[in-house]
């Protein structure tokens, strides 16, 4: 089992930057590799970003250049440090892990992030 707890989440101007961060707990070791997934209301689950266990990283076209997925295994947290965000990227943020093997999914609670004037 893996739980993870999000955080960092807020209310951010159009261009501002946040940082959010993930803390993984319980079956550290048995994870494979984390991300961050943002819903929008009405809309799917969308990948924004992931990092695998080797520190490889993978981000969507959108955010290529202005998101960066990093990890500090001492603290067994995953950040997201988001910059010049825009108003289309209000959503839920969720963290996201999964385990080596069976490849099972495990998520958090979710982070909402508004980005308004």
């Known amino acids: 089992q893996v739980q993870l707890v999000e955080s960092g989440g807020g209310l951010v101007q159009p261009g501002g930057s946040l940082r959010l961060s993930c803390v993984a707990a319980?079956?550290?070791?048995?994870?494979?590799?984390m991300g961050w997934y943002s819903q929008a209301p009405g809309k799917q689950r969308e990948l924004v970003a992931t990092?695998?266990?080797?520190?490889?990283?993978n981000y969507a076209d959108s955010v290529k250049g202005r998101f960066t997925i990093s990890r500090d295994k001492a603290k067994n947290t995953v950040y997201l440090q988001m910059n010049s965000l825009k108003p289309e990227e209000t959503a839920v943020y969720y963290c996201?892990?999964?385990?080596?093997?069976?490849?099972?999914?495990?998520w958090g609670q979710g982070t909402q992030v508004t980005v308004s004037s």
């Open positions: 996201n892990a999964i385990v080596k093997g069976n490849l099972k999914d495990y």
């Open positions: 319980g079956s550290i070791g048995s994870i494979r590799a």
């Open positions: 990092i695998t266990g080797g520190g490889s990283t």
